[in-house]
């Protein structure tokens, strides 16, 4: 009875690190993603790009913030996924846990670009025309090199949800729902980033893909991230 009572212990506090921690990436995403990112990159106009991050440098520095957020919540949610769904599937937890730190690892030497950017962005008004266009090309060289290791960081995370989806689905307490939006979602992040990687030339196929997986990709890891928080390890 003693050992039970620890173990549910050890359940509850994996869910609530887990649940948390995921409402925190997932408002971290939104706005280093979302809000800063977009609009403060311009694709294809390496120009606007560039006036807008060095008129914004702090809103670009709390950019990376998030982005550092988002890769030590990822960590947390690896080792609490892992706790909480061992004892359902101890291997294929394991396996989970340590392509989510694999992914981490890629997000982070994605950030690195990014600050590389922030480094090119200062001591820009000494700069001759000529420099400054070079300075550009840069800027948006790193920006490219961050999003697309990122995508590839991606093909990576949607088999964690693979496999998080598949423990989960074979679990008595975890609602099926929410096991079918985690697999859903790891073939749109498969499928949509192994498309962006090797066949970045059919925009309007990966638009489609993205607006048919758009919802499972957004509510299937949040929605399991809440029941945690609300449900998960209590009797």
């Known amino acids: 009875m003693t050992i039970s009572v620890k173990e549910l212990s050890n359940q509850r506090k994996s869910a609530l690190t887990a649940g948390i921690s995921l409402i925190i990436m997932t408002l971290a995403s939104f706005f280093s993603y979302g809000f800063v990112h977009g609009n ?3 694709q294809g106009d390496a120009s606007a ?15 990376i913030f998030g982005w550092v957020i988002i890769m030590i919540t990822d960590i947390l949610v690896a080792w609490a996924f892992y706790v909480f769904l061992e004892p359902i599937n101890k291997s294929l937890s394991l396996l989970g846990a340590w392509l989510r730190l694999t992914y981490s690892t890629i997000l982070g030497i994605g ?3 990014l600050i590389v950017v922030l480094l090119l962005s200062r001591h820009t008004n000494d700069l001759s025309s000529f420099k400054i266009e070079q300075t550009q090309s ?6 490219e090199a961050f999003e697309s290791i990122w995508s590839i960081g991606l ?3 949607g088999g964690h949800l693979l496999i998080v989806g598949y423990v989960a689905l074979q679990s008595d307490s975890i609602p099926k729902i929410i096991s079918i939006l985690l697999l859903l979602a790891s073939i749109g992040y498969i499928v949509i980033h192994l498309s962006k990687t090797f066949l970045s030339q059919y925009d309007g196929l990966i638009a489609i893909l993205n607006l048919v997986f758009i919802m499972p990709m957004i509510v299937g890891e949040l929605g399991f991230g809440i029941w945690l928080l609300l449900r998960g390890g209590k009797v």
């Open 49 to 63: 790009t560039f006036n807008n991050i060095v008129s914004s440098t702090n809103l670009f520095k709390s950019e």
């Open 138 to 143: 840069l800027m948006m060289l790193f920006l």
């Open 40 to 42: 403060l990159v311009v």
């Open 155 to 157: 093909i990576v995370f």
């Open 111 to 113: 950030i690195l670009n």
